[in-house]
């Protein structure tokens, strides 16, 4: 929930200033907060802590674009006034005209932008049908409630001909409209943004504004960066704005085809233009977007979208049951878009490169002014991308939290150590491990590792069959029915040479002391991999003649520190006799357990090794190639934005 700070410590807060806090109430119903209601509350801040990964969810990116300052936990509360906004009534009062409503969920959620109650397997849904931004309230919802206003304001002038009053009515109504529908979402950053834009419209469409359309598109967008400095950290305010830019510039060279003509060139422009942008933020696109949104943005135009506004409006002025006749309409009219949801339709993953932004570029040539610089782009970054390094190779341990997830990326393939955790039907495999391996252009996962059986190393797997279908898993466990990994193992894979150092015997739930330790090598380098090993299998690892062997081929390799930095490994044994060039390790930022144990931080400095963690550096990759090795970190090098130094040390500082 998020919530709007009045007084902090008694002191109030400047009415120009704004602080917000995310919080994450106790599961205590019966003391839940409704908007409106005022609370004197004891609570625990802590700071945005994200996972920063090469793709996938960045928490902290989000919380900067939406003004989220913290995060807190209520320790106690006492409630000051009990009084309900407005709103809030009204939200109580659609969810119970609502409840026995198949679509309930998808209701709320575009009548108040309230998205708690979609799924993920909703949200899986509507991104393969490409209808994410038809089923919450959004800049397009904004902008149909707009033209719904205008077109009702149109209708009343017309009653009220030779009257100025009722040349402004269009305008009136529409913004009111507006306005309202803002106010029911409670003051999205997204809806907010989609009232500057019908400012800016209304006002170019009195005539009395003298800017062209590019630059009335790009006042708005000045407007919205002023409003909103931060906004632009958001995806969806160069989602909106770059599609707002599209449907202008295609309305403007189909005014003389037919309605339906002009709506399929229209749709046509979007699904090719926006293309580029759907690669960069989701690496992937839905084949049957264009088809389903040609259809259903007409169909939430003329149908849904009308009926919800005077379902509102007629629960605003107390005609509840007028309402919930209009609300079962409306629930049996979203019965096929539901149904399209649920459908299993295809979802096309492609890498986003500079080759696709010049394809995209081409059809530019039909206009003669912008075939020159449109031409020229797409040749120069035809010829100017990055070839393949045939002697590349690269190790990528994700920030999954309290966790392990680490691929070995050689060419268009992978290979997979652990898969992080799953939790409440979410997993890592889903949210970083498959987003990470579509952005780097992996078209095969060819094998995985399960170290043990742990949920934080192995609870993806199954995610992980499911999405990338690997033709082999090796783990230490003896009943699961996959290949073993145990010592004395060996494999090549695509130049690369694998090593199972422990542990010798399979068993029938493998735990920390039976991980899957694995010795990955090419040439004279190499990296140990080394699950969550204790010190006595570290100790008796190590007296292995196959354990000396690998250790004679790939002198000095890179280690994963065991057991996430815990104070039970890493003996000083194993790093003396390694002797790492680098450690990484894998550790939540605020892991009850603290790891990675200060001691043993210190005692990987006193042995003069660096430790990478993604504690502190978010996704750690090690690139190889013929001219030695290369760490980078996302948060501290590829990704180091301003406010990332912001997290880090507001952590630190706990």
């Not at 782009?377 to 690269?394: C, E, G, K, M």
Request: charged share 15%.
């Amino acid at each position: 929930m998020l919530i709007n700070v009045n007084k902090i410590n008694g002191q109030a807060i400047p009415f120009w200033q704004t602080v917000k806090l995310r919080l994450y109430l106790p599961p205590n119903k019966d003391n839940f907060p409704a908007a409106g209601q005022r609370y004197q509350w004891q609570i625990k801040v802590s700071p945005v802590n994200g996972r920063v990964n090469q793709a996938g969810f960045d928490a902290e990116r989000y919380a900067v674009s939406q003004g989220i300052h913290a995060r807190a936990r209520i320790i106690e509360q006492v409630l000051i006034d009990p009084t309900l906004s407005l709103r809030q009534r009204w939200f109580d009062k659609f969810l119970a005209l609502t409840a026995e409503l198949t679509s309930q969920r998808y209701l709320v959620a575009l009548a108040f932008g309230e998205r708690r109650g979609l799924t993920p397997d909703d949200w899986v849904g509507l991104q393969r049908s490409g209808l994410s931004h038809l089923m919450a309230i959004s800049g397009l919802h904004v902008g149909l409630v707009f033209g719904l206003g205008w077109t009702l304001g149109k209708g009343l002038a017309c009653r009220m001909a030779n009257s100025r009053r009722g040349l402004c009515l269009p305008y009136l109504v529409s913004l009111m409209l507006a306005f309202g529908y803002v106010w029911l979402s409670g003051g999205a950053v997204s809806a907010v943004r989609a009232l500057i834009m019908c400012l800016f419209g209304a006002w170019w469409l009195t005539k009395a504004s003298r800017l062209t359309l590019p630059e009335l598109w790009l006042a708005t967008m000045a407007t919205v960066c002023l409003v909103q400095p931060l906004a632009a950290f958001s995806s969806a305010f160069w989602l909106s704005f770059v599609a707002v830019g599209i449907v202008a510039v295609a309305v403007r060279f189909t005014q003389q085809m037919h309605w339906l003509a002009r709506l399929g060139v229209i749709q046509l422009a979007l699904t090719v233009w926006m293309l580029p942008l759907q690669l960069l933020y989701f690496q992937a696109t839905s084949v049957w977007s264009p088809l389903n949104n040609l259809v259903a943005i007409p169909y939430f135009s003329v149908l849904i979208i009308p009926l919800l506004m005077f379902a509102l409006v007629s629960l605003m002025l107390g005609a509840g049951t007028f309402s919930q006749g209009l609300l079962w309409l409306i629930d049996l009219l979203l019965a096929p878009i539901l149904w399209l949801i649920e459908q299993p339709l295809p979802l096309v993953t492609v890498t986003f490169g500079g080759w696709w932004f010049g394809m995209v570029m081409l059809p530019l040539i039909y206009f003669r002014r912008c075939r020159i610089w449109a031409l020229s782009l797409a040749v120069a970054l035809w010829i100017f991308r990055t070839p393949p390094n045939p002697d590349s190779w690269q190790i990528d341990m994700l920030d999954v939290g309290q966790g392990l997830a680490l691929s070995i990326r050689e060419g268009h393939h992978a290979l997979i150590y652990d898969t992080g955790p799953t939790w409440r039907r979410m997993s890592m495999v889903d949210q970083v491990l498959t987003p990470v391996l579509r952005e780097q252009g992996i078209r095969e996962a060819d094998g995985v590792m399960i170290s043990h059986a742990d949920n934080d190393h192995a609870g993806g797997l199954e995610a992980l069959l499911s999405t990338w279908q690997p033709d082999w898993v090796r783990t230490s466990g003896s009943d699961d029915g996959f290949l073993p990994c145990r010592r004395g193992e060996q494999w090549q894979w695509r130049g690369l040479e694998f090593t199972v150092l422990w542990p010798p015997m399979l068993v029938e739930r493998p735990s920390n002391p039976h991980s899957c330790v694995v010795g990955v090598g090419r040439g004279e380098t190499g990296i140990l991999l080394t699950g969550d090993i204790d010190a006595v299998s570290e100790i008796l690892m190590m007296r292995s003649n196959i354990f000396a062997d690998w250790l004679n081929n790939y002198p000095q390799p890179y280690l994963l520190v065991p057991h996430h930095g815990s104070k039970t490994s890493s003996t000083n044994l194993l790093l003396t006799t390694v002797e790492p060039k680098a450690a990484l390790v894998s550790a939540s930022a605020t892991n009850p357990w603290g790891l990675p144990a200060s001691a043993i931080l210190q005692r990987y400095a006193d042995h003069n090794i660096p430790v990478w963690s993604t504690r502190e550096h978010g996704q750690v990759s090690i690139q190889f190639d013929q001219y030695g090795a290369r760490i980078v970190g996302q948060r501290t090098t590829t990704q180091a934005y301003w406010y990332r130094n912001l997290f880090v040390e507001a952590r630190l500082s706990q």
